[in-house]
Structure formats: C-alpha cells, structure tokens
C-alpha cells in the first residue's frame, strides 16, 4: 500500500475516534455515580467504550476509505477481481477481538465479584417490598422500621430483599446495580454509599397498577445521623404508632389520595371520603384493611391492594391507622 493510503487512513481513523468519543463523553449516559460499586461499573463501562472507540475508528476508516477509493463507474458492471481470502488478516481479526472480548470478561469478573462483596462486617437492612411500598427494618435494639432508606456513607450494607406479592425490583440508579425481590426467595444487594445526599429508590419490575408509584427516599447521612435515626424517632409518646405514621410506613399513600397525609395517588379509591354504605364507618374502613376485596368501590378492581396487612400491622398499627383515616374524613 502506498505510503500517502496509509496517512489518509489513518487521519479518517483519527476523525471518527474523535467523533464518537464526543459522543462518549459529551452525553451524559450514566447519573453521577454515589457508591463504590457504581464506580466500579463506571470504570467498566468506559473500559469497554475506549476498546469499542477503537475498533470503531479502524473500520470506520477502512469504509471510508474504501467508500472513496474504490468506487466504479455507474456502467462498470463486470466483477471485482476474485480473491482467495488472506491467512495473515484472517489470524488478526480473530485474534484482536477474541483478546478484546477476554479482557472485558475479566474485568466484569472482578467488579461483579468485589460489588457482591460485603467486607467482614456489612450493616444489615431488611428491606419489604409490597405493592406498592417499600419498607425498610434496620439493625439495632429499637428495631426500627421506616419507609425511607437511609444509609451511612463510606459503610457497607447488605440489603436482603423480601417480596410479600409479587416481583419488585430494587433500583437507586446512582448505586449502579438492581436487585429483584422476589416472592419466596431472599435476594442481596451490597450498597457502599461514597458520597452524601438524597436519591431515589424506583421499582424497576413491572408489579401493577401502582408500579410507577413504588418510589422511596434514599438518604446517605453521616454515622452519626444515621445511629439517630436508626435508634428511632425521638418519640412524642407513641409516635411510630400514630395512625399518620403507619399510613406512611405501610405505604397507603401510594395508591390514595387523603387530603390529611398530603398524597394524591389515583390508583385506589380516593380516601377523603369514605362511603361505607350505611355501616358504621369504623367497620367498614378496618375491614376494608385487613380484607380489601370484601368491598370493592365502584369503577375499580379486586385483588389490587394487598391483602396483607392484617399481619403486617400490629393490632395497636391498625387501630391508629383506622382512627386516623375516620377522623380525617372530609
Ligand atoms: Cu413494584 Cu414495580
């Protein structure tokens, strides 16, 4: 090949590796990163973009180059010459790639075995997916239980997931990873949270009517706020009892509206004003907890909400939560 080929070559080389690593980097393809795991797919992730950057430049620059040199005439219709395959080419581009693909395997080997790992004393967080509600129990004697994750920042924690329903998925897109929960199994997801701030937990498994609703708060706050919080509320007498705060713990305000919690969600039955069909309004809103199909509102389905709540909340739980929803009637 001419030398003046091989210079054109490369600068059309040059060119489109200049083209797409624009692209690379000018598009934000990825939210910024908050933990250590995220990091490490982050390093992945442009591992493989600096080899895919490469490779793409080098044919881009043979198509290119081909494209201008080697066109024929509109009337030219005979055949091109007829070739017998090349041996030494053949061997490169088996080899380069097959070198490529080895690398990017053994780099995702070790990020995907050092995210799952917990280090020797990770903080355990048992976390209750519902539809359509996300609850979290931390360690400790106070056996605190919150719909709102908070987490230390620069610890581990090993979350183990549970699905009362059906299958949810666990996603904080700054932790980089998701982890289903699962009906019946236990899953685990290794989070080090490496920079302080507030995120969002979504429900990337589609569960239902409530899916795009299955959101939580995700706090990293340093040791110190988070043994405060973990130790529980600073009780006002009965706090975590109070009906407002099981309505917002079990997640009520998922799916309904109720002017006193402050939501507005449309997938139940609007709960400002509760018809209980000539009942004692009492009854009639207890057993629509524990038993939700028994009366269904007209215009929505049974078998929506769970029926799960008679053993999730303890009797003193429901009791408030009743009391609570009467009293706040319109
Ligand atoms: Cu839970 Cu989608």
Redesign the pocket.
């Known amino acids: 090949m001419r030398r003046g080929s091989i210079v054109r070559i490369t600068i059309y080389g040059v060119l489109a590796g200049i083209l797409a690593s624009l692209v690379a980097v000018l598009v934000p393809w990825l939210p910024t990163s908050a933990s250590e795991q995220m990091d490490r797919i982050e390093f992945t992730f442009w591992f493989t973009t600096v080899i895919c950057i490469a490779v793409f430049s080098v044919v881009a620059a043979v198509i290119v180059y081909s494209i201008l040199n080697f066109r024929v005439p509109l009337d030219d219709e005979t055949d091109g010459p007829p070739i017998h395959g090349h041996t030494g080419l053949e061997i490169v581009w088996t080899a380069v790639p097959a070198v490529l693909v080895t690398a990017i395997s053994i780099v995702s080997a070790i990020v995907l075995a050092k995210n799952d790992d917990t280090g020797p004393n990770p903080i355990r967080i048992a976390v209750t ?1 519902q ?2 509600s996300w609850r979290f129990a931390y360690p400790g004697d106070a056996k605190f239980t919150s719909g709102q994750l908070v987490l230390p920042v620069n610890e581990t924690v090993k979350l183990t997931l549970r699905s009362l329903d ?4 666990f996603w904080v897109p700054e932790f980089g990873q998701k982890s289903d ?1 699962v009906p019946g199994i236990e899953t685990t997801l290794v989070i080090t949270p490496n920079r302080t701030g507030e995120f969002a937990l979504v ?6 009517l ?3 609703t ?1 959101r939580s708060g995700v706090r990293v706050v340093d040791r110190a706020q988070f043994e405060k919080f973990v130790a529980g509320p600073a009780k006002p007498a009965g706090a975590e009892t109070s009906g407002k705060a099981v309505f917002t713990t079990a997640g009520c305000g998922a799916c309904h509206a109720f002017t006193p919690a402050g939501t507005d969600a449309q997938v139940g039955p609007n709960l400002d004003k509760i018809d209980p069909g000539g009942r004692p309004l009492e009854d009639f809103v207890r057993e629509s907890i524990v038993d939700p199909n028994a009366n269904i509102v007209q215009g929505y389905q049974p078998n929506v909400m769970p029926g799960t709540f008679e053993s999730s909340l303890s009797d003193e739980q429901l009791d408030a939560l009743v009391q609570y929803l009467v009293e706040g009637q319109q």
Do not use: K, P, R, W
């Open positions: 997916a539809q359509f059906v299958i949810h998925s929960a429900c990337t498994e589609l569960c239902g409530g899916h795009a299955m």
